[in-house]
């Protein structure tokens, strides 16, 4: 993993945690004061634009959450891509590893939603090059040591272990024979040996949100590495489209993309298990929120419904 870097602005840096440790009113002064400025998106852990006095634009993120090593793979994926001078990725300028509430300061990407785009399936290709650019790179450090977080390895122990163990507790539910009928049909498919299956590695960002994606002046461009490791391209294309954040991307747009995003006739059954997986496994994370989220739950069921009937587009 490359050294941290020696110019982080530690004063600047102090100051902020002081302010953010005050919270309320003191903290937007300090804000002000400082030329910092909180940025949306940061779902897990807080970002923040510094102006410096010479002008320059710089995202500073603080890792509320130290678990998963999230600091040190964030930091050892962009260092990874640096020479490659991608423009679709930020560019790490220093990391201050404090143990609490570590810091990691990168060049600013300007751009507007992917998901908010007109042309879904231009956007859609964009992000395909990007990735395929990103997988095209060496592994090396940290980023050939751990897998991304998230990986198939994980989707699995949830739904072998955890949600199983939890639908057996929740018996009584009208749904429960249903979900238990979807894990076994996924069962009886082997999608999970499949899933397991040694494939090349490649570089993954770890997390297929679309949120983390802009379209830019130089293409599709995305951002939070934190999740970041190796994994594999059926997976990781298998992952983006069953992401729930891509819901309201049509099949007929993705199944398009698909060639761009590394799917072949060789590693079609490999895409089509991680598929089944991804989708099953986002069945299990509103199972647990499927009052609060009825709808999303709904149709996330019909969802995983679809790709294990006849009707599959992807097919």
Same mark, same amino acid.
């Given at each position: 993993?490359?050294?941290?870097?020696?110019?982080?602005?530690?004063?600047?840096?102090?100051?902020?945690?002081?302010?953010?440790?005050?919270?309320?009113?003191?903290?937007?002064?300090?804000?002000?004061?400082?030329?910092?400025?909180?940025?949306?998106?940061?779902?897990?852990?807080?970002?923040?634009?510094?102006?410096?006095?010479?002008?320059?634009?710089?995202?500073?993120?603080?890792?509320?959450?130290?678990?998963?090593?999230?600091?040190?793979?964030?930091?050892?994926?962009?260092?990874?891509?640096?020479?490659?001078?991608?423009?679709?990725?930020?560019?790490?300028?220093?990391?201050?590893?404090?143990?609490?509430?570590?810091?990691?300061?990168?060049?600013?990407?300007?751009?507007?939603?992917?998901?908010?785009?007109?042309?879904?399936?231009? =956007?859609?290709?964009? *992000? !395909?090059?990007?990735?395929?650019? $990103?997988? %095209?790179?060496?592994? &090396?450090?940290?980023? /050939?040591?751990?897998?991304?977080?998230?990986?198939?390895?994980?989707?699995?122990?949830?739904?072998?272990?955890?949600?199983?163990?939890?639908?057996?507790?929740? =018996?009584?539910?009208? *749904? !429960?024979?249903?979900?238990?009928? $979807?894990? %076994?049909?996924?069962? &009886?498919?082997?999608? /999970?040996?499949?899933?397991?299956?040694?494939?090349?590695?490649?570089?993954?960002?770890?997390?297929?949100?679309?949120?983390?994606?802009?379209?830019?002046?130089?293409?599709?461009?995305?951002?939070?590495?934190?999740?970041?490791?190796?994994?594999?391209?059926?997976?990781?294309?298998?992952?983006?489209?069953?992401?729930?954040?891509?819901?309201?991307?049509?099949?007929?747009?993705?199944?398009?993309?698909?060639?761009?995003?590394?799917?072949?006739?060789?590693?079609?059954?490999?895409?089509?298990?991680?598929?089944?997986?991804?989708?099953?496994?986002?069945?299990?994370?509103?199972?647990?929120?499927?009052?609060?989220?009825?709808?999303?739950?709904?149709?996330?069921?019909?969802?995983?419904?679809?790709?294990?009937?006849?009707?599959?587009?992807?097919?």
């Amino acid at each position: 993993m490359n050294a941290p870097s020696s110019e982080a602005p530690k004063d600047l840096l102090a100051a902020l945690r002081q302010a953010r440790a005050s919270g309320g009113d003191a903290l937007s002064s300090a804000l002000a004061e400082l030329g910092v400025r909180p940025l949306a998106g940061g779902m897990q852990n807080d970002l923040y634009r510094w102006t410096s006095p010479v002008g320059d634009h710089t995202v500073i993120k603080f890792y509320t959450k130290t678990d998963r090593r999230r600091a040190d793979r964030e930091w050892a994926a962009l260092n990874l891509l640096k020479p490659q001078h991608f423009r679709t990725v930020p560019t790490p300028l220093w990391l201050d590893p404090a143990e609490a509430e570590p810091a990691l300061g990168m060049t600013h990407l300007h751009g507007t939603p992917l998901i908010e785009a007109n042309d879904q399936l231009n =956007a859609l290709r964009g *992000l !395909a090059h990007t990735t395929t650019q $990103l997988q %095209a790179v060496p592994l &090396s450090g940290l980023m /050939a040591e751990l897998p991304r977080i998230d990986s198939g390895e994980h989707y699995l122990v949830r739904l072998t272990q955890a949600w199983p163990e939890l639908l057996d507790k929740q =018996a009584d539910d009208p *749904l !429960a024979p249903a979900m238990q009928k $979807l894990l %076994a049909t996924w069962h &009886s498919n082997g999608d /999970a040996d499949v899933v397991i299956e040694q494939d090349e590695p490649v570089l993954s960002r770890g997390d297929a949100n679309l949120l983390n994606w802009l379209q830019t002046n130089n293409g599709a461009a995305c951002v939070d590495f934190e999740y970041a490791g190796f994994s594999n391209r059926p997976f990781d294309a298998a992952d983006h489209i069953e992401h729930i954040s891509a819901r309201d991307v049509p099949d007929f747009v993705w199944v398009d993309v698909l060639p761009e995003l590394g799917v072949t006739d060789a590693n079609r059954k490999r895409f089509a298990a991680n598929q089944r997986t991804c989708a099953l496994r986002w069945l299990a994370v509103l199972w647990k929120q499927r009052d609060r989220r009825h709808d999303e739950f709904t149709r996330q069921h019909e969802r995983v419904e679809m790709l294990f009937g006849p009707s599959n587009p992807y097919a």
